[in-house]
């Protein structure tokens, strides 16, 4: 499985973006999929994550009520909808998957796939 992130960009406080993870693979609609971002100095940390079922969501405490993940497995797609971005979102977010395992995981080292990452700065 091939994870390409697209989306990133610069945005002022309270401003939207939406990343999307393509992936290849006929597979790819069966594979758990998160979100993770690192900023500068600190470690990757979980943001969320969609098992196949689109219902099978999960969230850090801290995006609840402002991001949603969606899949699209007709087009191999995963998206994180970003709206009311702060300053402390800023990070390179990374799309993440895992084969079917009956768990939705939250720790980096339980994903076999990354993608290469794509840079979302909120300014203030």
């Known amino acids: 499985v091939q994870l390409v992130e697209s989306g990133g960009g610069l945005v002022q406080a309270g401003g939207s973006l939406r990343l999307s993870c393509a992936a290849s693979?006929?597979?790819?609609?069966?594979?758990?999929v998160g979100w993770f971002r690192q900023a500068p100095g600190k470690e990757r940390e979980f943001v969320a994550a969609?098992?196949?079922?689109?219902?099978?969501?999960y969230y850090t405490d801290s995006v609840k009520g402002r991001f949603t993940i969606s899949r699209d497995n007709a087009k191999n797609t995963v998206y994180l909808q970003m709206n009311s971005l702060k300053p402390e979102d800023t990070a390179v977010y990374y799309c993440a998957a895992d084969p079917p395992s009956g768990s939705v995981p939250h720790r980096p080292d339980e994903y076999d796939y990354w993608g290469q990452g794509t840079q979302v700065t909120v300014s203030s």
């Open positions: 969609i098992g196949w079922s689109a219902g099978s969501a």
């Open positions: 693979g006929r597979t790819f609609s069966a594979y758990t």
